[in-house]
């Protein structure tokens, strides 16, 4: 994901309009089983029926990353994009992830969020929601602007 100082959006290259699409986008790039290993598909066959379907309807994308262990979410923004834009970036792509974590074990994202981790009922909910997706965001360093 690029955000330049004119509040343009790049997403894998294609311009983006709209930052709340960035979520559904994420989320397919995620739940990417392109060529799973082993913990791949460990992963994959841990899912609830819904997320299965989620998978199968969304492709198996070769270009993406392998399964959700490898997966990572790219965030690069020019020195004079808007604090606004960068920090709706970021909501969007950790709402991905609240998503997919919340649906794994049953919970809506608001849910998963709300979980008490020292509950150990509630712990052990919110750490199998995460086990083997971890959340990987990279930020990378701004450029600077050039006029």
């Known amino acids: 994901i690029l955000a330049n100082s004119q509040a343009k959006l790049l997403v894998d290259a294609e311009p983006l309009s709209d930052v709340s699409e960035l979520r559904e986008m994420v989320k397919v790039f995620i739940l990417n089983f392109g060529s799973p290993g082993d913990e ?80 150990p009922v509630q712990d052990r909910k919110y750490q199998t929601a995460r086990q083997g997706i971890p959340r990987a965001i990279s930020i990378a360093e701004p450029n600077k602007i050039v006029n």
């Open 40 to 119: 791949g598909v460990a992963i994959y066959n841990s899912l609830p029926n819904s997320m299965k379907s989620y998978v199968s309807l969304n492709g198996r994308r070769k270009d993406y990353s392998d399964d959700p262990t490898e997966a990572v979410v790219s965030f690069k923004a020019d020195r004079g994009t808007s604090y606004e834009l960068y920090v709706q970036v970021l909501d969007q792509v950790n709402a991905a992830y609240n998503d997919v974590y919340g649906e794994r074990v049953g919970l809506s994202a608001a849910e998963f969020l709300q979980l008490d981790r020292d509950d």
